[in-house]
């Protein structure tokens, strides 16, 4: 018997870890454990250090009790209602807390449901807003052909699959330097009568802007008053649902405004779970169809299921109520508060660093743009300061506006739990030195081919 037949090799000498590995082909032996672990581990390492991502939305810190429970239940399959009934139970007390939250006029009458992320939520939101404009089409013997639905073009990239997947027109009313989001005006020109709904964003992509849905439904009802067409909305709360009941409570945005019939958040984003889970909840369970809710027995027992996907983690179900159990109000509060902090801290010290304007200043979601000024100097762009800054670690994406403002480019800070005020202040330190140096060029940037859109 040799010595590496009685001694196991170091880690980095075993086979696997001394050879190169099929990267395509599927392997025909097999590794041990600790060599399989170490090579998934150091090709992860080549990642960027998520703390540092601020293009991000969402959750990239959780405390050790979170990851605790994460580990005890990452086996736990949601769709399974039968096996796991209190994970099911958990479910619907998480969605039935978010109705409070939002204000719904009546806890008894609803229904929610947890879903992948927010982009399944808006989709499911989506559609059951066509499902009611087709059966009162059918009802008054009127086509169901051609639905449309009218949005921002700054809407998230999910509404573009809603209507692509779902067959449904896209009214896009367009940005520009006046209105910068759906505020309403003009609106008259999208509606007719096969619009299915009004998609209002809390918390833009683009820009981290709340359209003002009180202000949409006010034009709302001026064309119903005109017209007959009564439309309602389904709210795109992906963040800003998560931020403005603690932060903004007296802004009327919710089950408040009588138009609303869903509103959907992203529990990975702002409810401060690690990816991925979303939630919707309706107004009251007329505004769901019965059409869109199965009925499965192969799981064991009568199993109502409501979502595109089936299979799907249990266990962010289960973190979400850990962290609405383990904050609260009080505790909500607080932390989004300090992100909101934080982000206005950094944004008006950005603004005062000399080529750059601010498109928004993080007052809304912690979230705020800006661009570079007119007179700016020439030699360098938004993209180099992008590229300079992820050579430190940070990740501060540059990109278009959309539609008429796609001339326009914008850089962009996503403030989350565990950005703190420390933080933010070193990443000031490294964006001047990095915009010193462009500002001393004598000559342009080498500048690589950039994509003509953004979505994230």
């Avoid at 399989?36 to 998520?50: I, K, R």
């Avoid at 008054?140 to 692509?164: D, H, M, R, Y």
């Avoid at 769901?288 to 799907?312: V, W």
Wanted: aromatic share 10%; hydrophobic share 40%; with cysteine.
């Amino acid at each position: 018997m040799t010595a590496t037949d009685r001694i196991e090799l170091p880690v980095f000498a075993q086979d696997g870890e001394a050879t190169s590995l099929p990267g395509n082909e599927f392997p025909e032996g097999m590794l041990s454990p600790s060599t399989a672990y170490q090579v998934v581990h150091d090709e992860a390492m080549l990642d960027g250090n998520s703390r540092l991502n601020l293009a991000t939305f969402v959750t990239t810190y959780m405390d050790k009790e979170a990851k605790l429970l994460y580990a005890q239940t990452v086996d736990k399959n949601m769709i399974d209602k039968d096996e796991y009934p209190a994970t099911a139970a958990i479910e619907e007390r998480c969605w039935r807390m978010l109705g409070d939250l939002w204000n719904l006029p009546d806890p008894a009458d609803t229904i929610g449901t947890s879903t992948i992320g927010s982009s399944e939520a808006c989709m499911l939101g989506g559609l059951a807003l066509k499902r009611h404009w087709q059966t009162s089409r059918k009802a008054a013997g009127k086509s169901v052909e051609k639905p449309n639905i009218v949005l921002s073009t700054g809407v998230q990239v999910c509404w573009e699959k809603f209507c692509n997947y779902f067959e449904v027109e896209p009214r896009w009313v367009p940005m520009t330097e006046e209105h910068l989001y759906l505020d309403g005006h003009d609106l008259e020109k999208y509606v007719d009568e096969n619009t299915i709904g009004v998609v209002a964003i809390m918390g833009q992509t683009y820009t981290g802007a709340y359209e003002p849905v009180k202000e949409i439904a006010a034009k709302l009802d001026e064309i119903q008053a005109a017209s007959g067409f009564d439309v309602k909305i389904h709210v795109d709360g992906a963040s800003g649902a998560m931020i403005a009941p603690f932060c903004q409570p007296d802004l009327e945005w919710d089950f408040r405004v009588e138009r609303v019939a869903s509103i959907s958040t992203s529990g990975h984003k702002f409810g401060l779970v690690y990816p991925g889970v979303g939630w919707i909840v309706w107004r009251n369970q007329e505004r769901l169809p019965e059409s869109m809710i199965f009925h499965c027995a192969y799981l064991g027992g009568d199993m109502p299921t409501l979502a595109l996907n089936f299979s799907r983690p249990g266990a962010q179900v289960l973190l979400q109520y850990y962290q609405f159990l383990r904050l609260g109000r009080e505790g909500y509060r607080a932390i989004q508060q300090n992100s909101l902090d934080v982000a206005q801290y950094l944004s008006a010290a950005i603004a005062e660093m000399g080529p750059f304007e601010l498109v928004s200043k993080g007052d809304t979601i912690p979230v705020f743009a800006w661009r570079r000024k007119r007179d700016a100097n020439p030699n360098w762009t938004l993209y180099d300061l992008e590229d300079r800054l992820r050579m430190k670690g940070w990740q501060v994406p540059a990109y278009p506006l959309a539609d008429n403002l796609a001339d326009v480019t914008v850089q962009r800070i996503v403030v989350r739990n565990g950005l703190s005020r420390d933080l933010a202040t070193k990443l000031l330190a490294d964006m001047k030195s990095e915009v010193d140096f462009l500002e001393s060029l004598d000559g342009p940037m080498p500048h690589k081919k950039r994509s003509a859109a953004f979505h994230h």
